[in-house]
T-cell receptor
Framework: DAGITQSPRHKVTETGTPVTLRCHQT?????MYWYRQDPGHGLRLIHY???????DKGEVSDGYSVSRSKTEDFLLTLESATSSQTSVYFC???????????FGEGSRLTVL | DQQVKQNSPSLSVQEGRISILNCDYT??????FLWYKKYPAEGPTFLIS?????DKNEDGRFTVFLNKSAKHLSLHIVPSQPGDSAVYFC?????????????FGDGTTLTVKP
């Protein structure tokens, strides 16, 4: 299995608070992604990174920011959490940016 | 506009029979297609893929068929086993673009009954 660790795995927070989710990989893959999964919407791309300090927006990036200061870590930040951001968040990695993605186990976020 | 669609939210089959999961896409630029399987409380795992230069790819009990003219692909599982019960996501990507981002369908929940 690809070495991907997401933390925290579960978090409950209140509207308006900042939240940071961390994705850590031990595979030295160049590409990293954050997806969210919601009922009826499948997996939607939030942000992705194609190298250290190189990031770009996905299809549902509003309200989220990311940072990648090291190859192994990709952080997803909700500056001010809203109830619509209640979701399961998956980090994924790819060595070449083509082909299959390797996913972490997910982080379940509940915003009250 | 959803570019990758899995029109069947759920599918139930008997153990030993064939499972057929379908996926349609609208973007003719998609060049590479993948299927992922997801168990509850776990991340999706890659199952099988197909390039647009092929119309079939087989891996053990799993076969993916691609019909480019119809913009349709399907995943066949033969024979189906109870352990195949999971959510299956279809995904499509445009290679040679930045990071080869994948677009996912909404998923189909497969239940294989013993």
């Amino acid at each position: 299995d690809a070495g991907i660790t997401q933390s925290p795995r579960h978090k409950v927070t209140e509207t308006g608070t900042p939240v940071t989710l961390r994705c850590h990989q031990t595979e030295n893959h160049r590409y990293m992604y954050w997806y969210r999964q919601d009922p009826g919407h499948g997996l939607r791309l939030i942000h992705y990174s194609y190298g250290v300090k190189d990031t770009d927006k996905g299809e549902v990036s509003d309200g989220y920011s990311v940072s990648r200061s090291k190859t192994e870590d990709f952080l997803l930040t909700l500056e001010s959490a809203t109830s619509s951001q209640t979701s399961v968040y998956f980090c994924a990695i790819s060595e070449l940016g083509i082909g299959e993605l390797f996913f972490g186990e997910g982080s379940r976020l509940t915003v009250l | 506009d959803q570019q990758v669609k899995q029109n069947s939210p759920s599918l139930s089959v008997q153990e030993g029979r064939i499972s057929i999961l379908n996926c349609d896409y609208t973007n003719s630029m998609f060049d590479y297609f993948l299927w992922y399987k997801k168990y509850p409380a776990e991340g999706p795992t890659f199952l099988i893929s197909i390039s647009s230069i092929k119309d079939k790819n087989e891996d053990g009990r799993f076969t993916v068929f691609l019909n480019k003219s119809a913009k349709h692909l399907s995943l066949h599982i033969v024979p189906s086993q109870p352990g195949d019960s999971a959510v299956y996501f279809c995904a499509a990507s445009v290679p040679n673009t930045n990071a080869g981002k994948s677009t996912f369908g909404d998923g189909t929940t497969l239940t294989v009954k013993p």
